[in-house]
């Protein structure tokens, strides 16, 4: 699983070996070392090799993907990796609380179930955009007997 690694607490004047650099961001050196055969640059005349704060400020921020928004009848399909409308335009909506549930749908490309978790007063407005099925609220828990 791919995580998103953040620029901040680097020093941008300052040096980095890759072991700093792993456990400043919380990835093995592999993963530094990845980064440099992918065009992170690197001081290779003396050992260990070092990596300048600012190129790897620049690295990261370059390599960062946007995060994709859903539109309000559309879903994160996880194996598509991009948002979908609902396959055919039905959905359900399953009640987890009073004020939310969530959306499933299947993905249109490759029929996998689609999750979203939707406030429950979106509700009017997507009844609008899908065929929408509510489901019943399944029982809690801790309501058991």
């Not at 993963?31 to 065009?39: A, L, M, Q, S, Y």
Request: glycine fraction near 6%; charged fraction near 25%; hydrophobic fraction near 35%.
């Amino acid at each position: 699983m791919t995580r998103r690694v953040s620029c901040r607490g680097i020093r941008t004047h300052r040096s980095y070996t890759v072991e700093e650099v792993a456990r400043l961001h919380k990835v093995t050196p592999h993963t530094v070392r990845r980064w440099v055969k992918d065009g992170l640059p690197v001081l290779k005349d003396q050992r260990p090799f070092l990596i300048l704060g600012g190129d790897l400020a620049d690295f990261l921020s370059a390599s960062k993907t946007p995060k994709q928004r859903c539109a309000p009848d559309e879903c994160y399909c996880v194996k598509c990796r991009m948002p979908r409308r609902a396959a055919e335009g039905m959905a359900e909506f399953v009640p987890v609380s009073d004020l939310t549930g969530n959306l499933r749908a299947l993905c249109p490309v490759c029929h996998t179930l689609m999750h979203k978790t939707v406030s429950a007063k979106a509700l009017p407005a997507l009844h609008g955009l899908l065929s929408l099925t509510v489901a019943p609220r399944p029982p809690n828990i801790r309501d058991g007997s």
